[in-house]
């Protein structure tokens, strides 16, 4: 070797920048990629499906046919919901094609049908996989479990680093019922909608202008928003004979909870969901990490029946990946200590292949972190695999080396001729 000490700068570098890319390099369950699908729904509430499919659905696949690079366009139309299907041409950028859809449908918006709501996208990406799903159960508490856990759990985990969103599904919702007596309703010349709108009047904060007091100003409103159940029974909703008539004299008013459309139950039990989305690009690993962490820090401030358990963890499955690999490389460097010494019997030819093995995983992940690829299931299973064809071809290239030496070549001349 005419330079050895340039060549040892050169794979001394490697490992330097291997062990920065390791570092830096985000750790996730799959590689990214972003589906080239676009779904548009909307709700047109009371409607049939032959209704939705002619004033709703048709409007927009004809707003939406024009829309760049679109390679399928399907809809389904049902009661009450329209939902279309944009499938796009494969290298397309996804989000510009969302903004062109958007774009097209905020010209059509004023031309929806009254009570069709404003259409809403989706898009599909492995960041729409949640990293961390959570179970909160309740005894006492389940009444207001909704509220709870909106306040004190899902505020404290969006502001952890990297959490993208935390939404929850299946927590009942508490919810006031009046329930009106139709003969009484009937007495004073009431209706329920009347009543509803009634309702709706008083409960609500309205702004009363604002007062000079020298060189400050001060914003005013009156607070009628109900802060009790029982304030409701104290609304008047009629006159009748110069009688007032209050809400208590024509209706009943519970504290209970919402109609649900959906249930959620853990170990038999009727519980909550949490969901944990990541930020693109964020590392899995730990950001699972830092919300396990927040959640032990949250769990102590919550009521005692409420518990919190772990239901699906994404970092798991890439942890137990990440240990195989490193099981791999230990057992295949144990290995290959072993053969080699025993085959040709130089610690310094033994050293040359047990060396080659970390240099071209180091090497790889300086790949990994120059192209803004992430250290994935499958990148890794790609790893592992290499481990194999590394070490394969340095015993070919070192035994080669060796008969040349043998044949009473230089070291040079073997190394040239033997790789050549």
Not at 31 to 36: I, M, S, V
Not at 292 to 312: C, M
Not at 347 to 374: C, D, E, H, K, M
């Amino acid at each position: 070797m005419s330079k050895p000490v340039t060549t040892a700068l050169i794979f001394l570098a490697f490992a330097i920048f291997g062990i920065y890319s390791l570092t830096k390099t985000s750790v996730a369950l799959f590689p990214d990629f972003d589906a080239n699908v676009v779904l548009v729904m909307s709700s047109y509430p009371g409607a049939s499906a032959s209704d939705v499919e002619n004033n709703l659905t048709k409007l927009l696949e004809n707003t939406l046919n024009s829309v760049a690079n679109l390679k399928n366009l399907t809809s389904r139309s049902r009661e009450n919901v329209s939902i279309v299907m944009l499938e796009f041409k494969y290298g397309t950028d996804i989000d510009e094609a969302s903004n062109d859809i958007r774009d097209k449908l905020d010209l059509v918006n004023s031309s929806l049908p009254d009570g069709a709501s404003v259409p809403v996208l989706f898009k599909f990406g492995m960041d729409d996989m949640p990293v961390l799903i959570l179970s909160a159960t309740a005894d006492k508490s389940m009444a207001g479990l909704d509220r709870i856990l909106d306040d004190r759990v899902v505020t404290p985990l969006g502001r952890v680093t990297g959490v993208g969103t935390v939404s929850v599904a299946g927590a009942p919702a508490r919810e006031i019922h009046v329930y009106c007596d139709p003969n009484k309703l009937a007495a004073y010349g009431l209706s329920v909608a009347g009543i509803s709108q009634i309702i709706a009047a008083e409960n609500r904060n309205v702004p009363s202008g604002s007062i000079d007091i020298g060189s400050e100003s001060f914003s005013l409103r009156v607070e009628k928003e109900f802060k009790d159940p029982s304030e409701l029974l104290d609304v008047v909703v009629s006159y009748r004979n110069g009688q007032v008539v209050y809400l208590k004299d024509v209706a009943r008013v519970e504290d209970g909870l919402e109609e649900k459309s959906q249930e959620s139950y853990t170990n038999g039990r009727q519980s909550a969901m949490i969901a944990i989305q990541k930020q693109s690009g964020a590392n899995t690993v730990n950001v699972v990490k830092a919300a396990k962490q927040r959640i032990k820090e949250i769990a102590p401030t919550l009521p005692s029946d409420i518990q919190i358990t772990e239901v699906v963890d994404n970092s798991s499955e890439i942890m137990n990946t990440i240990n195989s690999l490193k099981e791999t490389i230990i057992i295949t460097l144990l290995v290959v200590m072993l053969v080699v010494f025993i085959f040709l019997g130089r610690w310094r030819a033994t050293f040359i292949i047990v060396l080659s093995i970390p240099i071209a995983l180091l090497g790889s992940l300086v790949y990994l972190f120059a192209s803004g690829n992430t250290l994935n299931i499958i990148s890794m299973s790609a790893l592992s695999i290499a481990i194999g064809m590394v070490v394969d071809d340095a015993i070919v290239v070192l035994e080669n080396i060796s008969t040349h030496l043998e044949r009473g070549e230089k070291p040079k001349e073997a190394a040239v001729h033997a790789t050549s």
